[in-house]
């Protein structure tokens, strides 16, 4: 699977942003456990959220949590992200990853198999 980030930008405190990540291949998307990731220069790569394979479940970072959705299409082979009451904070540049792995750490970035390439969203105070 390939996975391509989008929507990332500027926006002042409080906005909100949407990220999108669509994924192509052979594989079949809805096989893939789903994650965000984020990481500031010169930090460690960090867990935002994840998704089960099926849509049921979804898992968020403490520092995120009731702030950011993730939510996925299978039909449409396409995870998201809407992140609302934006914090400076959250400045970063924001990975979606596939995890093909049954059982494995969902907040564990050695866990996913594939990245995109990363959205840089930039949050002003």
């Known amino acids: 699977v390939q996975l391509v980030e989008s929507g990332g930008g500027l926006v002042q405190a409080g906005g909100s942003l949407r990220l999108s990540c669509a994924a192509s291949g052979r594989t079949t998307f809805s096989m893939h456990f789903m994650g965000w990731f984020r990481q500031e220069p010169r930090k460690e790569r960090e867990f935002v959220a994840a998704i089960s394979r099926g849509g049921g479940t979804a898992y968020y970072a403490d520092s995120v949590k009731g702030r950011f959705t993730i939510s996925r299409d299978n039909a449409k082979n396409t995870v998201l992200l809407e992140m609302n009451s934006l914090k400076p904070e959250d400045t970063a540049v924001y990975y979606c990853?596939?995890?093909?792995?049954?059982?494995?750490?969902?907040?564990?970035?050695?866990?996913?198999?594939?990245w995109g390439q990363g959205t840089q969203v930039t949050v002003s105070s």
């Open positions: 990853a596939a995890q093909s792995a049954f059982g494995a750490n969902y907040d564990y970035r050695m866990s996913y198999d594939v």
